[in-house]
Structure formats: C-alpha cells, structure tokens
C-alpha cells in the first residue's frame, strides 16, 4: 500500500521559500502511471491545487502560483519537493502531496501546517 | 481565472438525500472535466469518493454517486448517516495539466 509523509519546516518566515518534501513509501515513484501533486488549505477555508511534476520531470502549475512554485522529482530517494518562493502570511496553510492517477487524487499525505511568521 | 462553484452549506435528514453540486463560472461542466470528489472531516486530510464523473474509489460505498446533471456535476448521497458530516469538494480538470478545487460544501446531518 502506498503511503505519503510529507516533511519540512513549520515556521518560514515572509519572503522567504518554504521548502517541502513528499516522501512515498511502499512503491516506486517512478510507477508508469502517477503524478505527483502538492495542494494546500489554509485554516478554515478550501483546498487549493499548487501544482504536480512526472518522473520525467514534466510540471504543470497553478497559474495563480506559477512564478513562485517550483516542484522537483527525486527519483533515488523516492521523493518528491515543492519550493515556494517570497511568501507571505497567505501562505500560511496545510500542505498536502498526494498521487494522481485517472486524474484524480487517490492518495493523500496526512498533512504539514506550515506558517509563515517572523 | 476559472471559478468552480458549490454550495456553501446542505441540511440532510438521516437516512435522507442530498444532492451536491460543482459548477464553472463561465461554461457547463461536463464528462471532460472528469470531475472528482473529496470527502474532508476536521483535521483529516481529503479522501477520494468519485473520479471520471461516477467512479467509485475502493472501498466507497454505494450510497455515494456521480453524475452530471444539466451543466454540473454533481454528487449524491442516498440514505445519508451521521458519519456522512463532513466537507465535499470537487476538482475539475481543466486541461494542460490543470486542476482546479471547487468551493467546498459542508454538509449537515441533523
């Protein structure tokens, strides 16, 4: 069964990049079929797709993001990360990685909060 | 920019039904979105219901389904139980790559 444990600081401060690693266990990111995404909540409100890479290294990101968001695939560690550059308090949420497949999100990470704080 | 709208809020009796919806701001909403549909309780992280429009995820039950109705898409739960309290979400995927998250709708059991 696959699993998702993302990782990273919990504390960023403004303007600078918040650094998240996705970690999938129990099979191989490089599985023909996946994509790797990475979606955000902040508190009480909804969720946000941020953007996703393949193996190959192919991303596609949310337009609304795009010139902060960088997500990069490490294919011998199994991982996958998300950078997001100048932040701010709007950043401020829940972070998830999920796979997706048959363009849906079938499994989700538990989820890190990260804040954006001085 | 794309908006994909819900309903804020939806009351069900148990053992009632109740019919979500996920609209575009501009456009109908069809099997080429290949909507899908999350499941959210409080400090728990989504979990997939529909896919391709009607598609249950494993383990799902039947009560839950996906359609298209008119120029949305839309989810339905039949014979709603208490545990069924939780957020909706849909997504939409808009093509290049693209998705977006509906709105979000919290549903009351009551």
């Known amino acids: 069964q696959v699993q998702l444990q993302e990782s990273g600081p919990g504390l960023v401060k403004p303007s600078q990049t918040l650094s998240l690693t996705c970690t999938v266990s129990?099979?191989?990111?490089?599985?023909?079929?996946?994509?790797w995404s990475w979606i955000r909540q902040p508190a009480g409100k909804g969720l946000e797709w941020i953007g996703r890479?393949?193996?190959?290294?192919?991303?596609n990101y949310n337009p609304s993001l795009k010139s902060r968001v960088t997500i990069s695939v490490d294919t011998s560690k199994n991982q996958f990360s998300l950078k997001l550059s100048s932040v701010t308090a709007a950043d401020t949420a829940v972070y998830y990685c999920?796979?997706?497949?048959?363009?849906?999100?079938?499994?989700w990470g538990q989820g890190t909060m990260v804040t954006v704080s001085s | 920019q794309t908006v994909v709208t819900q309903e804020p809020s939806f009351s069900v009796s148990p053992g009632g039904t109740v019919t979500l919806t996920c609209g575009l701001s501009s456009g109908s909403v069809s099997t080429s979105y290949y909507p899908s549909w999350y499941q959210q309780t409080p400090g728990q992280a989504p979990r997939t219901l529909i896919y391709?429009?009607?598609t249950h995820s494993s383990g799902v039950p039947d009560r839950f389904s996906g359609s298209i109705l008119g120029n949305k898409a839309a989810l339905t739960i039949t014979g709603a139980q208490a545990d069924d309290e939780s957020d909706y979400y849909c997504v939409l995927y808009m093509g290049s790559g693209i998705y977006v998250f509906g709105t979000g709708t919290k549903v009351n059991v009551l």
């Open positions: 129990g099979g191989s990111i490089s599985s023909g079929s996946y994509f």
């Open positions: 391709s429009t009607n």
């Open positions: 999920a796979s997706e497949v048959l363009y849906s999100f079938d499994i």
């Open positions: 890479i393949y193996t190959s290294g192919s991303t």
